[in-house]
């Protein structure tokens, strides 16, 4: 044991070549991004299908736009937390390292995080609906009401999966490869109920990884996951890059 990780885990991070951080609303939730199930949380007080999926916005574009826009100017305003700079000092630490986030917040590569697979999209992005081009919060926050696209006249949107969409190809089969080619796979502050990002966790155990769990609470994984630390992202991930770096560097 050294603090409070088991002599296997740690062993296991000094053989791997490559770890793998899967990571939900949770990590985000000390930077004060609520999550989305569970007390307090997104869906418990909106429905998703009136606000985050293709037809809403269709039905009710000024609805879901403002709604866009109001969590755009609040991400803009919080700061990665301690978690998400563990995050980035553990991808200096291994060969092979990738964040694999359900987050739409950007706060893993805000804080420094190089390789970053976005399963569901960035809300710092937009595109337009009709031709595609692509714009960036400070244009479309300075139009008022939906943005229009200058090319095409079109609604210019976020650019984040909605329920009933694809995830995008690329990022996801770059996850897939991160969640088979990982030694130890890490998931963190994820209810792990949303497929297919859900499925990661377990594509990574059947390729061989050690499957850790980070959470204040179980989850469906925590019963297929090889070691269960319960607490919070921003507690716990600190911890373990020092613990790493101790086991590394054995202190006199
Ligand atoms: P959820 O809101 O479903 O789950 C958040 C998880 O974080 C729960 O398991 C909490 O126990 C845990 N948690 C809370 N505080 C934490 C903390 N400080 N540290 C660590 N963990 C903490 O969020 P996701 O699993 O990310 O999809 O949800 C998955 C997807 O469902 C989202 O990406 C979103 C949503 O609908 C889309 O928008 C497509």
């Given amino acids: 044991m050294r603090g409070r990780f088991s002599d296997r885990l740690l062993g296991k991070l000094m053989e791997a070549d490559w770890v793998t951080a899967f990571t939900g609303a949770g990590v985000s939730a000390e930077s004060g991004v609520p999550t989305f199930r569970g007390t307090g949380g997104i869906w418990a007080r909106f429905k998703p299908e009136e606000l985050a999926s293709m037809d809403a916005f269709m039905r009710n574009p000024d609805l879901v736009w403002e709604w866009y826009a109001h969590r755009k100017r609040i991400i803009a305003e919080v ?6 700079v563990a995050l980035a000092q ?9 964040v694999i986030t359900q987050n739409i917040d950007n706060l893993h590569r805000r804080a420094g995080s190089a390789t970053v697979h976005e399963l569901h999209g960035n809300i710092e992005r937009n595109y337009c609906i009709g031709c595609g081009r692509r714009y960036s919060n400070a244009e479309v926050l300075a139009q008022k009401g939906v943005p229009r696209c200058t090319e095409c006249g079109k609604a210019v949107r976020p650019d984040v ?9 690329e990022e996801w089969e770059r996850s897939v490869r991160a969640a088979q080619s990982a030694d130890v796979f890490l998931s963190i502050g994820t209810s792990g109920i949303v497929y297919p990002a859900a499925s990661l966790p377990q594509i990574s155990r059947r390729s061989g990884a050690y499957l850790v769990e980070i959470n204040p609470e179980p989850t469906p994984l925590t019963d297929i996951a090889d070691e269960f630390l319960q607490g919070t992202s921003a507690t716990i991930l600190p911890l373990l890059v020092k613990a790493i770096e101790e086991t590394r560097t054995p202190q006199g």
Avoid: I, K, R, T
Avoid at 161 to 169: A, I
């Fill in 90 to 98: 553990m991808e200096l630490l291994f060969a092979g390292f990738a």
């Fill in 161 to 169: 999966v909605w329920f009933g969409e694809q995830l995008p190809l």
């Fill in 79 to 84: 700061q990665p937390n301690p978690g998400h």
